[in-house]
């Protein structure tokens, strides 16, 4: 068995260095709780962009380019170690860490951001990294498209892991590449929540036969700074709930073993067997013995992007 956390807390909203030591800070109890696996929520580093769900394109242009400044300069860059602490906290407690953070790429134009998900074993090193490849409506002011170079399942000390962020997951092709890899544990990290989203993840459990963790996002307009730009414009409310959370574990097969967290902050923990995603195939193994290649087949270009190339 392997014990699980499921961290549903706020970050500190635009500030990279104050959300990272909050992070270190809950590895430490989660780790000291007895767990192996610790999974953070969508883009924690630093905080969802809620505001651009609020804000009026047309009209609040100078608030908005303002927030989305500091967002950027706010972003993490994976070349020059900005999650080398991280790292390091996973390395001294012999965790896995799955963090998703909004991430500025340094290797174009060094100014568009992306919702990226990082894997980071016990051993302090990062297994992999998966750009998001579709931000949903207004996302898509904010970050740029992914491609499949991170569209991976790795080993880790706790089993094989793969991961779609939000609305990735309703991405039926985009499932099956991570089945077709093995994926044993399987980890939504969402702004999304309720009752279609937490079918969704009995669905995946039950279709990919692995054990889900859908990683919630619980915050209180309370939780966003009061220097936040324009936050008595939008959220005015201090006891509004932005999003309600609904973390949750699911077992192969599509139990529902853990959750879902609702209105609430905290880390949720499961024990979990790895071993069950195995046997779950024996019923269905849609990339395996329920497959027709001979009639479907997904190709899949992990091929990195870029927009030049130098001869």
């Known amino acids: 068995m392997t014990k699980i956390a499921i961290v549903q807390q706020a970050p500190i909203f635009l500030d990279k260095e104050k ?40 009209n609040d242009e100078k608030l908005t380019e303002e927030i989305h400044a500091l967002l950027l300069s706010n972003s993490v860059n994976l070349k020059t170690g ?15 860490v799955v963090c998703t953070v909004n991430e500025r790429d340094f290797e174009h134009s060094q100014t568009t951001i992306y919702n990226t998900n990082v894997i980071i074993g016990s051993k302090g090193e990062v297994l992999n990294r998966h750009r998001k490849l579709m931000p949903t409506n207004p996302e898509r002011m904010v970050w740029g498209f992914g491609d499949a170079s991170g569209l991976k399942v790795v080993d880790t000390s706790c089993g094989k892991i793969g991961s779609l962020i939000c609305w990735e997951n309703y991405m039926p092709l985009a499932r099956y590449s991570l089945y077709a890899q093995g994926v044993e544990i399987y980890i939504a990290p969402t702004w999304d929540n309720g009752d279609v989203w937490i079918s969704s993840m009995r669905h995946i459990a039950k279709e990919g036969a692995c054990w889900v963790l859908g990683s919630g996002s619980a915050i209180r307009a309370s ?20 999003n309600v959370g609904d973390s949750l574990v699911v077992a192969p097969g599509g139990e529902l073993v853990a959750g879902p967290m609702h209105k609430e902050q905290g880390i949720l923990y499961a024990d979990i067997d790895v071993n069950k995603s195995s046997a779950a195939h024996r019923k269905l193994d849609v990339a395996g013995h329920y497959a027709r290649p001979d009639i479907f087949k997904l ?9 030049f190339k130098l001869d």
């Open 19 to 58: 959300t990272i030591q909050k992070i270190i800070t809950l590895i430490e109890e989660a780790a000291g709780s007895g767990a192996k696996l610790i999974v953070f929520p969508e883009t924690f580093i630093p905080g969802y962009p809620d505001w651009i769900w609020r804000l009026r394109p047309a």
């Open 223 to 242: 939780d966003i700074p009061d220097n936040f730009p324009g936050k008595a414009i939008l959220y005015p409310v201090p006891g509004e709930w932005i």
């Open 299 to 307: 190709h899949v270009n992990t091929s990195p992007q870029s927009p």
């Open 82 to 96: 900005d999650l080398i602490s991280i790292c390091n906290s996973a390395k001294k407690h012999k965790v896995t």
